[in-house]
Structures are given as structure tokens and as C-alpha cells.
């Protein structure tokens, strides 16, 4: 599986993005996708996720403002974010997890394929 991420920038506190990820290979419907973040000198997050059946999980952080949704005809992962603050500012990722213990949740360490990131930076 190979994953293709779009839609960072650069925007102001307040503001929204749209991210994308295009996922190539097969069996797309039945994997875990996710949102990962890391921002300098912190640990990669989970940001939210959403598996097969279509349940959806959020940080904490960004529950009420973001949404994440897929679209298994058209292979894709999508994350809308709203009221967007300083403290979101990391490299996100796309992510997809095959392995049976994690395709629920897409925890970190059950994750194995990542896209190669896109810069989300949000100014005060």
C-alpha cells in the first residue's frame, strides 16, 4: 500500500485545512486508516482514525474540530480542520494498518504502511 498525502500549508490561528491521502493497492475498504502528527521534539501522535466499519476516534486535542472521513470507492483519506490553533503546527501523516490487532484503532505500533508527511503550520 502506498500513501500520498496533500493539502497541508500554512495558515492563521482560526483558520481550516483539508487534508487528503490517496491510497494505491488493494483491499483498501477493509483497512484501519489514520492521522498521525509530530511536531518538533514530541512524540508522533494519533490524531484520529477511522476503520473498516467506518468507526471514527479523536485525540482529545482535536475532538469537535477536525473530522476524519474515507471514501473506499475512490481509495482515499480525508481530514477537515477546523478552528485551527498554534499548538496543531506538526508534520501530519496518513496511515493504514493490515494487522489484525490493530485494525480497530490503528494504534502506532500496529500501523505499517506512512505516507511521507505534509507540513501543517498554524500562526497566532
Known amino acids: 500500500v502506498r500513501l500520498v498525502e496533500s493539502g497541508g500549508g500554512s495558515v492563521q490561528s482560526g483558520g481550516a485545512l483539508r487534508l487528503s491521502c490517496v491510497a494505491s493497492?488493494?483491499?483498501?475498504?477493509?483497512?484501519?486508516m489514520a492521522w498521525f502528527r509530530q511536531a518538533p521534539g514530541k512524540e508522533r501522535e494519533q490524531v484520529a482514525s477511522?476503520?473498516?466499519?467506518?468507526?471514527?476516534r479523536y485525540a482529545d486535542s482535536v475532538k469537535g474540530r477536525f473530522a476524519i472521513s474515507r471514501d473506499n470507492a475512490e481509495n482515499t483519506l480525508n481530514l477537515q480542520m477546523n478552528s485551527l490553533k498554534p499548538e496543531d503546527t506538526a508534520m501530519y501523516y496518513c496511515?493504514?494498518?493490515?494487522?489484525?490487532?490493530?485494525?480497530?484503532?490503528?494504534?502506532?505500533?500496529?500501523?505499517?504502511?506512512w505516507g511521507q508527511g505534509t507540513q501543517v503550520t498554524v500562526s497566532s
Open positions: 493497492g488493494s483491499s483498501y475498504s477493509s483497512l484501519c
Open positions: 477511522v476503520n473498516s466499519g467506518g468507526i471514527t
Open positions: 496511515a493504514a494498518s493490515t494487522k489484525t490487532f490493530a485494525i480497530r484503532t490503528c494504534p502506532p505500533d500496529g500501523v505499517n504502511y
